[in-house]
């Protein structure tokens, strides 16, 4: 029950910081909340998480219903592909792997709205190309640093065993 209202919770502050990050740098982040919960999280709560947050996100954007999903959904499927491939989870191949799902990522977010809407491809140049690609290198780069600080506050892999404990008083 208690992870239920971390759900409803974390859609608020997602939509808030999305809201925030589209209209600062033109960041969308459901993205890289879910990349970064990848193999931390249980999928279902994922799952649980991504719907509700994508069909208010469509609402937001004045998307048809099921297109954050959809942009969401080729992503990943990608990811699912070449990690029946190579190991996705750990190394350097698997950020270049997570960097093109971020660059089919933002590609996707300039056509397939437009597609769905208007029934005509979205426009595509060099500039909004390269504004995607320094996108997804920021956010590869971002998800980098996050797994970096996750893991050393959690103490995996680092000689210190941090942990916060609370005390009864």
Known sequence: MINVLYIIIGIFILAVLEGFFVSFVG?????????????KVNWKWIAGFLVPYSLI????????????LLL?????????????????????VSYVVKFFCFLIYFILINILPTLLIDGVFGILSW???GASILKA?????????SN???ERLRGEKSGN????????N
């Open 27 to 39: 960041l969308k982040l459901l993205l890289f909340i879910i990349l970064f919960l990848q193999g």
């Open 127 to 129: 500039s909004i190309l």
């Open 72 to 92: 969401i959904g080729i992503p990943l499927g990608i990811l699912i592909l070449f990690s029946l491939l190579i190991n996705v989870q750990e190394g350097l």
């Open 148 to 150: 970096i600080l996750g």
């Open 57 to 68: 996100s469509d609402v937001i954007s004045n998307y048809p219903l099921g297109t954050n």
């Open 161 to 168: 065993n941090l942990t916060i404990r609370k005390k009864w």
């Open 137 to 145: 290198a920021f956010s590869a780069l971002l998800l980098y640093v």
